[in-house]
């Protein structure tokens, strides 16, 4: 079963980056649409960036000019770069490539 692995989360404080990676060895990047779920604690999950096969991006109005999101295909790996952090974006974030989905990593931003 094709799985994804996702790192890069951790604690920081309110303002600060951080930039999540997922990585999938056995997927062709080039061929899917990826992106990143969030959810933060008690609240149902939010699509918050996505990247088409053929390049193109968008993002939920609640990330937008803070987050990006981009991809190194000959690396089979998904990034999401996140700046400006509020504490609203703490919770688990989730990448998905295709059909593969990986099992999150907890952001928290303290304030």
């Known amino acids: 079963q094709v799985h994804l692995v996702e790192s890069g989360g951790g604690l920081v404080h309110v303002g600060g980056s951080l930039k999540l990676s997922c990585v999938g060895s056995e997927i062709n990047f080039r061929l899917k649409s990826a992106g990143w779920y969030h959810q933060a604690p008690g609240k149902q999950r939010e699509l918050i960036a996505t990247i088409a096969a053929g390049g193109a991006k968008e993002y939920a109005d609640s990330v937008k000019g803070r987050f990006t999101i981009s991809r190194d295909s000959a690396k089979r790996t998904l990034f999401l770069q996140m700046n400006s952090l509020k504490s609203d974006d703490t919770g688990v974030y989730s990448c998905?490539?295709?059909?593969?989905w990986g099992q999150g990593t907890q952001v928290t931003v303290s304030s």
């Open positions: 998905y490539v295709g059909s593969a």
